[in-house]
C-alpha cells in the first residue's frame, strides 16, 4: 500500500530552512571559509552529513519515547510476533512469561519456533541443552510447518549428544544445514543414513583445510528423501554410484578446491531433474567428458573465474536458450564475455553493493538467454562497458547507478527506450553535472521512460527540480520516481511524473523484458 504523503507547510518549511542555515553557519569552522567569505563545500558536505546523523537519532529518541505510552500488553498481534522474531530463542521464551495475552499469542506463531539456530564452540553439553529446549518448544511436531535446524561447530562432536537429538529429529526437519570442521567419518555420518520424509534442504560445510575430501554415505537417508530439492556441498564429494535420495534434487551448489569432470557426471547421474548447477571451484578439470555425456538441460549454470575447455564448456553450449550463466569473480578474458557472449543483447543490468565493493552484472538475449556477472572491482566493470560498446546497438532497457553513468564513458544507445538510474543515497547530490545547478542535458533520440530510484530502500533522495529537469533528455515523456523527492516546482509539463513509494512489480515499463525488482537492489529473472 503506498504511503501518503506528509503535506509541510510553506510557512513551516520556511522556518525550518531558517534554523538550518542559521545552525548551518554557526557550526563551519573558521578555517573554512576563503578570503571572500566563502565556505569551503567539504567543510558544507560534513556539516550537513553530520546534521542528518543527529536528526536520524532525534527521530529514534522521539519513537522510543512515543513507544513508551504504549502499554506493551496491548500490542498488536502482529507487531508483537514481529518483535519477538527478533530475539534470541532465550528472550522469545522469557516473552512467554509477561502476561498470558504474550503467551497465547506467541505459542500460536509456530514460524516463531520452527527455525532453530544454535552454535556449538566446546561445551558440547551445553549446546545439546539448547537445542534440546528448542526441538521440545516445537512438540507435538507439525508436518506442515516441519523445523528448519541450523548448526555451526567449530570442531568435530567428541560425543553423541548432539548427533542423537539431531537423529531423532530427522523425521520431522524441513531444513538441514550443518557446519562442523570435519563432518563426516564421524557420528555425523550416521545421521545422513536415517530416513528424512520431510527434508527439502540439506547444506553440508566443513573446513576446506581437512587433510581429504569426505563422501557423502552411498545409503544416504537411507534412500528415502521424497522432499528434497537443493542440495549444497562444502568441500564435500559424491560417492561414485548414484544415491536415490537425490532423485528429486533440482538445485546443487558444489565447492572444492578443484573439480573434476568425473564429479560432474556423477553429479548429474544422481540428480536426473536437476535444472541449477553451481560450481564453486577455483579450478576445474580441462579433460573432455566421457563419451556419452550428455550436459543436463539448465535453467542456470554458476561458475568461478572463466568458461573452461572440458565439461564446463560442454554445459555451457547445451544450455543456449530458457537459461542462464553466471560466471562469479571472472578473469580479465572473461569479463568481456558476459556482454559479448548474450546474442541479441537487449537489456543489461549494473548493480553495486556495500559501498562500490563488488559489482553485479546482468546481461539479456534473445531465447532467454542471460548471463550474468559478480565482480569485487567495480572500475573492472566499468572497463567492460566501455570495451564492449559493439554490442549495445538493441539494448532497449538499461540499469545503472549513478556513479557508473557518470564516470563510464559510455556510447550512445541507439535502441534505448527505458532508463533506471539508482541515486546515491547522500544529502547532497553527488553529481552537479547531473542533478545539480550545472546539470548538463543528456541526449537520447530513443529514450522515452527514465526512472530514479534510491540505492538503499529505507533511505529517500531528494534532487532539484530544475536540475532534474535540465538533465533530463527532451524525448523523455515519463519520469517515475521511487523513494525520489524533487524540491520545487517541476517545470516540465509535457513530461508525467509518476511518484512511487515502492516499486510496482507489474508495470511492465518498470520492470522491462521480463526482469524483476527486489528490495536488496538485485535485478533476476
Avoid at 529505507?458 to 533530463?472: E, F, I, M, N, R
Avoid at 517545470?491 to 511524473?497: A, Q, Y
Wanted: with cysteine; hydrophobic share 40%; aromatic share 6%.
Amino acid at each position: 500500500m503506498q504511503r501518503p504523503p506528509v503535506e509541510i507547510t510553506v510557512r513551516d518549511e520556511e522556518s525550518l530552512v531558517s534554523l538550518v542555515t542559521i545552525l548551518l553557519k554557526d557550526a563551519i569552522p573558521i578555517s573554512s571559509f576563503n578570503s571572500d567569505g566563502v565556505a569551503d563545500c567539504n567543510a558544507v558536505e560534513d556539516v550537513m552529513d553530520g546534521f542528518l546523523s543527529v536528526t536520524q537519532r532525534a527521530f529514534a529518541r522521539y519513537a522510543r519515547e512515543r513507544n513508551l505510552l504504549v502499554p506493551i500488553n496491548r500490542w498488536p498481534h502482529e507487531i508483537l510476533a514481529q518483535v519477538a522474531s527478533f530475539l534470541p530463542f532465550s528472550a522469545r521464551e522469557n516473552c512467554l512469561r509477561v502476561c498470558h495475552r504474550w503467551h497465547e499469542i506467541l505459542s500460536s506463531e509456530r514460524d516463531l519456533w520452527n527455525h532453530i539456530s544454535v552454535i556449538v564452540e566446546r561445551d558440547e553439553h551445553s549446546g545439546a541443552r539448547q537445542l534440546a529446549a528448542m526441538l521440545k518448544r516445537n512438540a507435538p511436531p507439525d508436518t506442515q510447518r516441519p523445523v528448519a535446524l541450523d548448526l555451526h561447530a567449530l570442531n568435530p562432536p567428541r560425543t553423541r549428544v548432539i548427533t542423537d537429538l539431531v537423529q531423532s529429529a530427522m523425521a520431522n526437519l524441513r531444513e538441514l544445514r550443518v557446519y562442523c570442521g570435519t563432518l563426516l567419518n564421524t557420528p555425523w555420518t550416521d545421521v545422513l543414513k536415517v530416513p528424512a520424509p520431510l527434508l527439502e534442504v540439506l547444506l553440508l560445510a566443513q573446513n576446506p583445510t581437512s587433510p581429504a575430501l569426505s563422501m557423502l554415505p552411498q545409503d544416504l537417508f537411507a534412500g528415502q528423501a521424497p522432499r528434497l530439492h537443493t542440495l549444497d556441498l562444502s568441500h564435500i564429494g559424491l560417492p561414485v554410484h548414484p544415491l536415490p535420495a537425490l532423485s528429486r534434487v533440482t538445485s546443487l551448489s558444489y565447492t572444492v578446491h578443484i573439480t573434476t569432470c568425473a564429479e560432474i557426471v556423477r553429479a548429474c547421474d544422481s540428480c536426473p531433474r536437476l535444472e541449477e548447477l553451481a560450481v564453486r571451484a577455483e579450478r576445474a578439470d580441462l579433460s573432455d567428458p566421457p563419451p556419452g555425456f550428455t550436459p543436463p538441460r539448465l535453467k542456470r549454470f554458476t561458475i568461478r573465474g572463466s568458461v573452461q575447455a572440458g565439461y564446463q564448456d560442454a554445459i555451457v553450449l547445451a544450455n543456449r536458450r530458457n537459461s542462464r550463466l553466471d560466471i562469479w569473480f571472472p578473469l580479465p578474458g572473461a569479463r568481456d564475455a558476459t556482454i559479448s557472449g548474450v546474442p541479441g543483447l537487449h537489456a543489461l543490468m549494473v548493480t553495486t553493493r556495500d559501498h562500490l565493493e563488488s559489482a553485479f552484472v546482468v546481461a539479456h538475449g534473445v531465447d532467454d538467454y542471460v548471463r550474468g556477472m559478480m565482480s569485487s572491482h567495480p572500475p573492472e566493470v566499468m572497463d567492460m562497458l566501455e570495451t564492449c560498446s559493439d554490442f549495445y546497438a538493441n539494448v532497449r532497457a538499461l540499469h545503472l547507478p549513478d556513479y557508473f553513468f557518470a564516470s563510464a564513458r559510455l556510447p550512445s544507445f541507439a535502441s534505448l527506450t527505458v532508463l533506471v538510474l539508482l541515486v546515491s543515497s547522500r544529502v547532497v547530490a553527488p553529481y552537479r553535472h547531473m542533478f545539480g545547478d550545472d546539470a548538463k542535458r543528456f541526449e537520447c533520440p530513443s529514450l522515452r521512460t527514465v526512472q530514479l530510484t534510491t540505492s538503499l530502500p529505507t533511505q529517500d533522495v531528494q534532487l532539484s527540480a530544475s536540475g532534474v529537469a535540465k538533465w533530463l533528455p527532451s524525448n523523455v515523456d515519463r519520469l517515475i520516481l521511487v523513494r525520489v523527492r524533487l524540491e520545487g516546482e517541476w517545470p516540465l509539463p509535457n513530461v508525467e511524473l509518476v511518484r512511487e513509494y515502492h516499486y510496482d512489480r507489474n508495470d511492465e515499463d518498470i520492470r522491462p523484458y521480463g526482469m524483476q525488482y527486489l528490495q536488496d537492489d538485485a535485478w533476476i529473472v
